[in-house]
């Protein structure tokens, strides 16, 4: 009787139905921030792929650097649409309905970069590899865009009617604003996979790919800048929260100076740092991007009480409470299968008869 009082107190007393609810956006964000840092650099590493491999042997080396790893980073992607579908069901049909043409184009890049590592060497032939290769190339750029688009797209907006429906279409979806967004999240996602590339090659493709990472670093700075400026214009409530709570103002400051450490820390010859510091950007963005949203998860910009916010969006107290109960259980599991990954496959790629 006393244990049972005691959980009863906990759970909702302690843990009160806001304060859940306020975990779970939380968790979420810690969830698509983990995607966007380890798939991220996947992504870049396939957009480069075609431009600073010259030789079979180089192509298979840019592809054997995720070759371990591409599929386990897409774990945080699929534990974020079962956690949103658990968490905020509102949200999770709203977004997966709104975004259902994107979403199954995004699903085909998925699917069509996995199937490139996976084929490219099965056949001997350079009109075969080439082939894969274009796919490979092109599945990881279009996915980029797609999610920087769906992010513009969720921070500026979009026509959600009565009822949380949707009544737009997939053209309303690629104006200027989330295609620009679009266009940053790339060139950050290829310079965050260039600098990972360069931690993984040796000689000659190291080279080569140590002198694309400033171009690409002054190709995102000019993206991120006009994305700022037009933020600051188009989405004007996306600064709200940061006006109501001034000590938020930190995380745009540390980011611009996380920006701006990339080139330094390559300077430095410290590539170990720099790519430390291109996650820590990414990061940075990711707490910007949900501080621009709360508490809306979709903002209807036909009327306000269309939007759907973590708290007309929310499943049960006590759904929440039991998620947070397996949460606690299974994120030290997908953190340490991470470590543990990442750790065996520490170093220099080689190529040996089980490569791609």
């Not at 769906?150 to 009565?162: D, F, H, R, S, V």
Request: net charge neutral; glycine share 8%; hydrophobic share 55%.
């Amino acid at each position: 009787m006393l244990l049972a009082n005691i959980f009863d107190w906990f759970n909702h007393e302690l843990l009160s139905y806001d304060t859940l609810t306020y975990i779970w956006f939380l968790l979420l964000g810690v969830l698509i921030t983990g995607y966007a840092i380890l798939d991220g650099f996947d992504l870049g590493v396939g957009m480069l792929h075609p431009f600073i491999a010259k030789t079979d042997t180089e192509r298979r080396l840019v592809m054997n650097s995720i070759g371990p790893l591409w599929d386990g980073n897409e774990v945080w992607l699929v534990t974020f649409g079962g956690a949103l579908f658990a968490a905020f069901p509102n949200a999770y049909a709203t977004v997966f309905s709104s975004f259902y043409t994107a979403f199954f184009l995004l699903l085909t890049c998925l699917i069509g970069r996995a199937v490139s590592l996976e084929f490219r060497s099965k056949v001997q032939s350079p009109a075969w590899r080439r082939v894969w290769d274009i796919g490979f190339f092109l599945s990881s750029l279009t996915a980029a865009l797609l999610l920087g688009v769906a992010a513009g797209n969720i921070m500026a907006g979009m026509e959600l009617g009565p009822r949380f429906y949707y009544e737009g279409n997939l053209l309303s979806q690629v104006y200027w604003y989330p295609m620009l967004v679009g266009g940053m999240t790339a060139s950050l996602f290829a310079l965050h996979g260039a600098i990972y590339l360069y931690l993984k090659t040796e000689d000659e493709l190291q080279a080569r790919v140590k002198g694309v990472i400033l171009p690409l670093f002054f190709v995102f700075c000019g993206i991120y800048t006009l994305v700022s400026v037009a933020t600051w214009f188009h989405v004007p409530h996306a600064t709200d929260n940061l006006y109501a709570y001034p000590i938020l103002w930190v995380v745009p400051i540390l980011n611009f100076f996380a920006v701006l450490n990339i080139p330094r820390a390559m300077h430095l010859g410290r590539p170990g740092y720099a790519f430390f510091t291109s996650t820590m950007v990414i990061a940075a963005l990711a707490c910007l991007f949900s501080v621009a949203i709360f508490p809306n998860l979709m903002l209807s910009n036909l009327a306000d009480e269309n939007s759907i916010t973590v708290f007309n969006g929310r499943s049960s107290h006590q759904t929440l409470w039991t998620m947070l109960v397996i949460a606690v259980v299974g994120i030290p599991c997908v953190l340490s299968y991470t470590v543990v990954i990442y750790w065996i496959f520490r170093g220099k790629v080689k190529l040996d008869p089980n490569s791609y």
